[in-house]
């Protein structure tokens, strides 16, 4: 190797000094590898349908009041004079005025379906949110710190995924009665170990990286270590659990108030909805299938989204990607396909 | 050639030496620094069965503004001593002392006002810049971490190293995945520079890019060491750019230094056994030169650093080795004959001039047997 032809100079430092001698002031946005993700994201047709089914069940949530006020019909109250027929039975669905139905004391299964996702959509994102805090935060001292400090939690984490959490639940009702605070912070509670043990793990090769060892040589703290450079590495992974955490506490939450341990009567939820259409059988289908079908829908809804968010954030699952366009489309659409390999082109492993 | 630099680094001048020092005291002392690995088996009641003696004893000496070629093979302790020297590793013993200062025994929070002084350049442009910030935010991160700069200043600072390393500074809000290599470890270099540091550790700094680009980083290397008075240990295995950059080089195997010299003594005259060898195995670019040099073959592979030979580590593939070798450690003196300065290991070193025979017959010999044991046909040329 001969090291004397190096008259080749620096071609990027006059372009560089000629776009400053324009005096355009117009920095280069780099595409972050989240903006990126979100791209694939939105070439992504069953992410569409998900996010379409949350959205259609939060304004459900956030308009409750609106659609209580409409109909005329009150969530808690019964309604013996307009919401049963005259033998006192309740409406089934498209009866007076009721479209999904009244239950045993007359109420309108719509509207109290309405303010159930208030309480479904509430415990789920605030738990999640909690746990995903907690999770990360324990995750990574435990992960980079390693040593005693990690065996402490590590195994702290293992005995809450390993303990009985129904039971608990229950115990922690009977103490200090049903609320809304409490089943978050069980559901939250149980929670938070299992992204604390994905986190941990990523953290334990992260640690390792080169530019760790690069960041320490500087001088950077541990502190700075950690937050700096280890945590935006794990953004994404915390995303994908978190958007798979929510259902999870949804159906968590749907538990609690079906064993009457959770939020509690006389608040309307899904799962003491479900309770209470117990023993109603075929008779009274409305009691039960309404209530099931939105816990369906959410659960699903964000079930599919953290796979396709999954998908979107792991440049890696390209050939998902290459796969459903070979199959889906036949090559219908050569512009958007084209489009599409130009950003995954992009993408970067890591 | 001409600096194209000068114009742009208007803003980035090399601050004035902080105190004057005794032009005989080193920029950086390296004494003695010995650095084992515990290897330890056990889950719950770890108990150590052995170490690997990564570093066994370094010594030496960077002039201020002088630049140390550090040359061996791969597991030779080369990065090891690197990351002793900035304290990214504890060592297990010796001294570190950085104008003047021991860093060796300073807590964290102490050895902080230090490591501005002292920067460190990766080898791999890949592992070594986070792909998920900004490049601005990476460049900017001494200056962060030591106070140095914020806001609109920090931005500024970090434009202007962006344009004295030959980056576009409009690039600032990209990620380091829309950057080639070459241009990552010009990122690298910025991140070094931004605390005016008066010595860069380099770690391989260019084994991981093409070899045009190489020879780029390399020429910036230079171009800002004459420009900001950079002093740097510069690590590598590719002789020729070790010879390109040097002052002086060291050379280790299996964690001594065997031989230091200036750069054109040791290459025009090496005298200890691995050193000649070692400058025979690398590629000449002259066909004509390269035909009329003889090349030595050493035998067998590096012996394992976790259970080193006894007396001079070499012996066990040195061809000249006498059975003193095998009882009694070659110190690291200078041997008659030779200038002042170059140190070499050996009991008996290689004379100027002489033809050293290594394990060349038995190769071919081993070679030739290959080649006609397996299928039985005679290869044509095998001897």
């Known amino acids: 190797m001969s090291l004397t032809p190096l008259e080749t100079g620096l071609p990027p430092l006059e372009e560089a000094s000629e776009v400053a001698e324009l005096g355009s002031a117009r920095a280069i946005e780099g595409r972050s590898p989240l903006w990126l993700a979100l791209a694939r994201l939105r070439t992504d047709r069953m992410a569409f349908l998900a996010a379409g089914a949350i959205i259609l069940m939060a304004l459900l949530a956030i308009f409750a009041p609106l659609i209580s006020a409409a109909t005329g019909h009150d969530p808690l109250n019964p309604n013996l004079l307009t919401g049963t027929n005259s033998f006192g039975q309740p409406l089934g669905p498209g009866q007076g005025g009721y479209i999904l139905g009244t239950d045993n004391v007359g109420r309108d299964i719509l509207v109290r379906i309405a303010y159930g996702a208030r309480i479904s959509l509430l415990v789920g994102v605030l738990s999640t949110v909690i746990a995903s805090v907690a999770g990360t935060i324990i995750g990574v001292i435990a992960g980079y710190y390693g040593g005693w400090i990690d065996a402490v939690l590590a195994r702290l984490m293992d005995t809450v995924l390993s303990f009985p959490y129904v039971l608990l639940a229950i115990v922690l009702a009977s103490v200090y009665g049903p609320s809304l605070s409490l089943t978050i912070g069980v559901i939250a509670f149980f929670s938070w170990a299992a992204i604390g043990r994905i986190v941990r793990g990523q953290t334990l090769s992260l640690r390792e990286k080169e530019y760790v060892e690069a960041a320490r040589s500087l001088g950077a703290g541990n502190l700075r270590i950690m937050f700096v450079e280890i945590l935006p590495n794990l953004v994404a992974p915390v995303i994908v659990l978190g958007t798979l955490l929510v259902p999870t506490a949804i159906v968590f939450e749907a538990t609690l108030d079906y064993l009457g341990v959770g939020v509690g009567p006389p608040t309307p939820t899904w799962g003491n909805m479900l309770a209470d259409a117990q023993g109603s059988g075929f008779q009274d289908w409305w009691f039960w299938i309404f209530p099931s079908l939105t816990l369906l829908i959410t659960t699903l809804g964000f079930n599919l989204l953290g796979d396709s968010v999954r998908d979107a954030l792991d440049p890696r699952t390209e050939r998902i990607f290459a796969m459903r366009r070979k199959s889906g489309r036949g090559g219908a659409d050569g512009a958007d396909q084209e489009a599409e390999e130009r950003l995954l082109g992009e993408a970067q492993p890591g | ?383």
């Not at chain 2, 791999?124 to 490049?135: F, Q």
């Not at chain 2, 070459?182 to 910025?190: L, N, S």
């Not at chain 2, 065997?258 to 040791?266: P, S, T």
């Not at chain 2, 001039?353 to 044991?373: K, L, P, S, T, Y």
């Open chain 2, 1 to 383: 050639m001409p600096d194209p630099r000068s114009a742009a680094s208007s803003g980035v001048e090399a601050e004035p030496s902080p105190a004057p020092r005794p032009a005989a005291e080193p920029l950086l002392r390296v004494e003695n620094v010995v650095k084992r690995f515990p290897i330890s088996r056990g889950i719950i009641f770890k108990r150590q069965i052995g170490q690997v003696h990564a570093v066994e004893g370094v010594s030496l000496e960077v002039p201020r503004g002088e630049t140390l070629g550090l040359v061996g093979e791969t597991g030779c302790g080369k990065s090891t001593l690197a990351r002793c020297i900035t304290r990214l590793y504890p060592l297990t013993s010796g001294r570190v002392v950085l104008d003047g200062t021991d860093i060796s025994t300073l807590s964290r929070r102490q050895l902080r006002r230090h490591r501005r002084q002292m920067q460190m350049i990766f080898q791999d442009p890949y592992g070594s810049l986070n792909p998920r910030r900004r490049v601005g935010s990476i460049i900017g991160d001494p200056l962060a971490i030591h106070h140095v700069a914020d806001g609109a200043g920090r931005k500024r600072q970090v434009q202007e190293l962006m344009e004295v390393v030959g980056l576009n500074p409009e690039h600032y809000n990209r990620f380091p995945s829309e950057f080639s290599g070459g241009q990552r470890q010009r990122i690298g270099v910025a991140r070094a520079l931004a605390l005016r540091p008066s010595l860069i550790v380099c770690d391989e700094p260019v084994s991981a890019l093409d070899v045009s680009v190489q020879a780029q980083i390399i020429n910036l290397l230079e171009d800002l060491q004459g420009e900001f008075g950079l002093t740097y240990l510069f690590i590598a295995h590719d002789l020729a750019v070790v010879e390109h950059v040097s002052d002086r080089v060291a050379v280790m195997y299996l964690g001594k230094i065997v031989e230091m010299a200036a750069v054109r003594d040791l290459f025009s005259s090496p005298r200890h056994p691995y050193t000649v060898a070692l400058l025979s195995a690398s590629m000449i670019a002259d066909p004509d030169r390269a035909r009329s040099t003889h090349r030595v073959v050493l035998a067998g592979d590096v012996p394992s650093p976790i259970n080193p030979p006894s007396g001079c580590l070499f012996h066990t593939r040195c061809p000249k080795a006498q059975p003193i070798c095998s009882v009694e450690a070659p110190a690291l003196t200078v041997q008659a004959g030779d200038l002042a300065g170059h140190v070499t290991a050996c009991h008996f070193p290689v004379a100027p001039g002489e033809q050293m025979r290594g394990a060349e017959a038995e190769v071919r010999q081993a070679a030739a047997d290959f080649a006609a044991a397996p299928l039985g046909e005679a290869v044509e040329g095998a001897g």
